[in-house]
């Protein structure tokens, strides 16, 4: 478990001794309670930071939607959790505002709250690796100047897989930050220091450096493996961004059409005139353009026409909800059928169970990305991973 402190925050007290229970049988180390929104904003001015907020959304004196709103602007980084006995119509649309005022929502759980559903909410925020560091969610500049200048970026890669014969087809490049020759830090802190202190294109510039040393020696059935890394829509204010990202994959060894980029469809919207203008030469010159997280921002397809994508990621909060939930399901199928309109090429990411893989594979989706194939991993692990050969779809789907 990597939760070392959370807080919960409802005001109904036989939920909260509940919920205390059930997160320290989880695993949390810490758990704290506070039944409103003030108290919770009051820890965190305070120095308090928990790496883990379960937040109710009816509460007399500061609802819920007003505490994620807080939170957002205080760019809380730890992740947060919601519990609540509304509609799940309410809880899906407090969640989806969440995320797109950029907090890392894991979840969300119809009262009652049940060990099984809070384990499962719970596994699905541990994204990333097993090492990743227990330290409080906050960025030290020297650490990013360490990642930036002294080769303390390391990416993990995480394999991507065709839905229609188990083969890997690609990789996401994920940030890690050495804090230690064992321990990473989480790289959100980072990201979000980095783009408050104009540092961002370096981090962005690093990593791709880093990313395409490890990605020329991928090979799968002899050829390049396609490799996708992420990068922030602030950088699409920069009209001279394509040419330098080119020059730092190119210089490094890797072509770049080998590389994908992909733009987190919530932060779109702020730098769409910049971002039309960037992303049109980042085609150019041949990269690829993923919409990241898509429906869980502002989708409309104009939008996701007027950019020229080469493929739609569907967010995880859909993929791991379409088996249960009509509306995630709706928002898969509508997603598929539209990407396939437009030519692009479709990702599910979050795939962690065979009955999941069968549901995509029905619905068109084209590559899979999550638990049930790999974690993020260290290049070497990668490599071995790549070594190993072509998986069998059989492994994938309950259907085998």
Excluded at 51 to 69: A, E, F, K, Q, Y
Excluded at 165 to 170: A, C, F, K, Q, S
Excluded at 222 to 227: D, E, R
């Amino acid at each position: 478990m990597s939760y070392q402190q959370a807080l919960i925050v409802d005001d109904d007290a036989v939920f909260l001794a509940f919920a205390e229970d059930m997160l320290l049988d989880a695993g949390c180390v810490a758990v704290e309670t506070v039944e409103e929104g003030p108290a919770v904003i009051a820890r965190l001015a305070s120095g308090a930071t928990p790496d883990l907020i379960v937040c109710d959304l009816n509460m007399p004196t500061h609802d819920g939607v007003s505490l994620i709103r807080s939170l957002a602007e205080r760019r809380y980084a730890g992740k947060v959790l919601i519990v609540s006995g509304e509609p799940n119509s309410v809880i899906d649309a407090v969640a989806k505002l969440a995320r797109m005022q950029g907090l890392r929502v894991i979840g969300s759980i119809k009262k009652p709250m049940t060990p099984l559903a809070l384990m499962a909410a719970l596994a699905g925020g541990e994204r990333g690796s097993k090492k990743e560091s227990a330290e409080p969610l906050t960025a030290t500049p020297s650490l990013l100047d360490a990642a930036i200048e002294r080769g303390a970026l390391h990416p993990f890669f995480q394999p991507k897989v065709s839905m229609f014969d188990g083969r890997v087809t690609g990789a996401e490049a994920l940030a890690r930050i050495a804090t230690s020759n064992s321990d990473f830090a989480n790289p959100v802190p980072y990201v979000q220091l980095a783009e408050r202190n104009s540092r961002i294109d370096d981090l962005t510039i690093a990593m791709a450096r880093a990313v395409a040393k490890h990605t020329r020696g991928f090979l799968v059935r002899n050829k390049p493996l396609p490799v996708s890394i992420n990068i922030s829509p602030v950088s699409l204010k920069r009209l001279d961004f394509p040419d330098i990202l080119k020059d730092a994959v190119e210089l490094a060894g890797v072509p770049a059409s080998q590389i994908t980029l992909e733009i987190t469809e919530t932060r779109l919207l702020e730098y769409e005139a910049d971002a039309l203008d960037v992303l049109t030469r980042m085609r150019l010159k041949g990269f690829g353009l993923s919409v990241d997280d898509f429906g869980t921002g502002y989708s409309n397809i104009d939008r996701l026409r007027m950019f020229p994508f080469t493929e739609l990621k569907i967010d995880q909060s859909f993929t791991q909800n379409a088996l249960s939930d009509a509306f995630a399901r709706a928002c898969v199928e509508t997603s598929v059928r539209l990407a396939k309109e437009l030519g692009l090429k479709v990702v599910a990411e979050g795939v962690e169970t065979e009955d999941m893989w069968d549901l995509l594979a029905d619905l068109g989706v084209d590559e899979a990305q999550g638990y049930l194939i790999a974690r993020p991993m260290p290049a070497s692990d990668f490599a071995k991973f790549l070594a190993r050969g072509a998986p069998s779809i059989d492994q994938y789907s309950r259907r085998a």
